[in-house]
């Protein structure tokens, strides 16, 4: 780890970088002041997380959870979900949202672009793979009938759905899209099929699928800028000091992470090696891209669940490709990316958590 922050350290007084940070937010195009942003209004509203894992330790019967415990399962869902029921949720949901994007779904679905089941030597896990404008574009996935199966056919169609976009509206030298923007449309498209889901389900089920996606929300916005956080002490602190030993390092995380975790999450002994196996701060603050697809993608949620006919704005934004800077993409549909509007997406999730709690209290359960 030293080597690594020696090497960054060395990189950016040749290139002439004023903060560790900086040449992550001109590889992605973005400026520093949005990201500051971002991680200022996150930071301040790491209560979310904390009233989450009181509630989270509350159902589980537990004083306090340990750290490896965060992300333990709180209930179950058994229903199983056919690859053809499946694509007919999110055909619903995609059509319900724009013809467009249902259009786009049904073409794959025909013309067979989506790689559906396990099978021998295929490798796990679910993607879209692009490469060129001229090259049709590919889902992987490995559906085997569970809820998250669902999820994961709206997120990777997300990805389709925005490439097509961008092929159908750009030249080829802006074929592209932001990492800061590279997970808007798969979340905002899992987003609405989770709530179609969560619709038709009874209580005992609804709670369960509430708190799974609190939990990912959580994961993805609010522990990425915490772990951002660490990332910006941790490059400070060796330009100031030099080597930084194992226990020094371990102190600086476990800071961090329990700013956001807060008092329901212990700080097991030997959690403050945690930041050994995270490969992401060994690419410098690439986590921030996280939390800024996610919260674009709730603020944008919002903004349609208010006014059906914004959706014409966001398929400008999934349109722009790299042709302009992540501002000015937002700024030609009235959006500035300042901190009001990452509040507007964690007000999804504060709205989520208090209708967890509520719900959790109708069943008894806390
Ligand atoms: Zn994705």
Request: glycine content about 6%.
């Given at each position: 780890?030293?080597?690594?922050?020696?090497?960054?350290?060395?990189?950016?007084?040749?290139?002439?970088?004023?903060?560790?940070?900086?040449?992550?937010?001109?590889?992605?195009?973005?400026?520093?002041?949005?990201?500051?942003?971002?991680?200022?209004?996150?930071?301040?509203?790491?209560?979310?997380?904390?009233?989450?894992?009181?509630?989270?330790?509350?159902?589980?019967?537990?004083?306090?959870?340990?750290?490896?415990?965060?992300?333990?399962?709180?209930?179950?869902?058994?229903?199983?979900?056919?690859?053809?029921?499946?694509?007919?949720?999110?055909?619903?949901?995609?059509?319900?949202?724009?013809?467009?994007?249902?259009?786009?779904?049904?073409?794959?679905?025909?013309?067979?672009?989506?790689?559906?089941?396990?099978?021998?030597?295929?490798?796990?896990?679910?993607?879209?793979?692009?490469?060129?404008?001229?090259?049709?574009?590919?889902?992987?996935?490995?559906?085997?009938?569970?809820?998250?199966?669902?999820?994961?056919?709206?997120?990777?169609?997300?990805?389709?759905?925005?490439?097509?976009?961008?092929?159908?509206?750009?030249?080829?030298?802006?074929?592209?899209?932001?990492?800061?923007t590279?997970?808007?449309?798969?979340?905002?498209?899992?987003?609405?099929?989770?709530?179609?889901?969560?619709?038709?389900?009874?209580?005992?089920?609804?709670?369960?699928?509430?708190?799974?996606?609190?939990?990912?929300?959580?994961?993805?916005?609010?522990?990425?800028?915490?772990?951002?956080?660490?990332?910006?002490?941790?490059?400070?602190?060796?330009?100031?000091?030099?080597?930084?030993?194992?226990?020094?390092?371990?102190?600086?995380?476990?800071?961090?992470?329990?700013?956001?975790?807060?008092?329901?999450?212990?700080?097991?002994?030997?959690?403050?090696?945690?930041?050994?196996?995270?490969?992401?701060?060994?690419?410098?603050?690439?986590?921030?891209?996280?939390?800024?697809?996610?919260?674009?993608?709730?603020?944008?949620?919002?903004?349609?669940?208010?006014?059906?006919?914004?959706?014409?704005?966001?398929?400008?934004i999934?349109?722009s490709?790299?042709s302009k800077s992540v501002e000015d993409i937002f700024k030609e549909?009235?959006?500035?990316?300042?901190?009001?509007?990452?509040?507007?997406?964690?007000?999804?999730?504060?709205?989520?958590?208090?209708?967890?709690?509520?719900?959790?209290?109708?069943?008894?359960?806390?």
């Amino acid at each position: 780890m030293n080597a690594i922050l020696e090497n960054k350290k060395v990189e950016d007084n040749l290139r002439g970088f004023e903060r560790p940070d900086s040449e992550r937010h001109l590889n992605d195009d973005i400026s520093t002041k949005i990201v500051d942003g971002l991680v200022k209004t996150v930071s301040e509203k790491f209560s979310i997380a904390k009233e989450f894992y009181k509630l989270k330790a509350q159902l589980l019967k537990q004083e306090k959870l340990e750290y490896y415990e965060r992300n333990v399962e709180s209930g179950s869902v058994d229903k199983e979900y056919s690859y053809e029921e499946s694509a007919a949720i999110v055909e619903k949901v995609l059509e319900g949202l724009d013809k467009k994007f249902g259009d786009i779904f049904k073409r794959y679905l025909d013309k067979g672009l989506i790689d559906v089941y396990p099978k021998k030597g295929k490798r796990g896990g679910a993607f879209c793979v692009y490469v060129t404008k001229s090259q049709p574009a590919y889902v992987m996935l490995n559906h085997t009938g569970r809820l998250d199966d669902v999820a994961t056919i709206a997120h990777e169609m997300g990805h389709a759905i925005n490439n097509e976009m961008v092929k159908e509206n750009q030249n080829a030298l802006n074929f592209g899209i932001s990492t800061a923007t590279a997970e808007v449309a798969s979340t905002f498209m899992e987003d609405f099929v989770f709530e179609e889901m969560a619709k038709e389900a009874d209580d005992e089920t609804r709670l369960s699928l509430m708190i799974t996606k609190l939990n990912s929300d959580i994961s993805s916005i609010i522990r990425q800028v915490a772990c951002y956080n660490f990332e910006k002490e941790l490059h400070e602190k060796f330009r100031e000091n030099g080597f930084l030993s194992k226990e020094e390092i371990g102190k600086v995380f476990q800071k961090h992470m329990s700013a956001y975790m807060g008092d329901f999450v212990k700080m097991s002994p030997g959690s403050e090696n945690w930041w050994v196996y995270w490969s992401h701060i060994r690419t410098y603050f690439y986590v921030y891209s996280y939390a800024s697809g996610l919260l674009i993608s709730k603020a944008l949620q919002r903004k349609v669940k208010q006014d059906k006919g914004f959706i014409e704005n966001v398929k400008k934004i999934l349109s722009s490709g790299i042709s302009k800077s992540v501002e000015d993409i937002f700024k030609e549909v009235g959006i500035e990316l300042n901190e009001e509007f990452w509040e507007h997406g964690l007000k999804e999730i504060e709205d989520l958590l208090n209708e967890t709690k509520e719900l959790a209290k109708k069943l008894g359960k806390i």
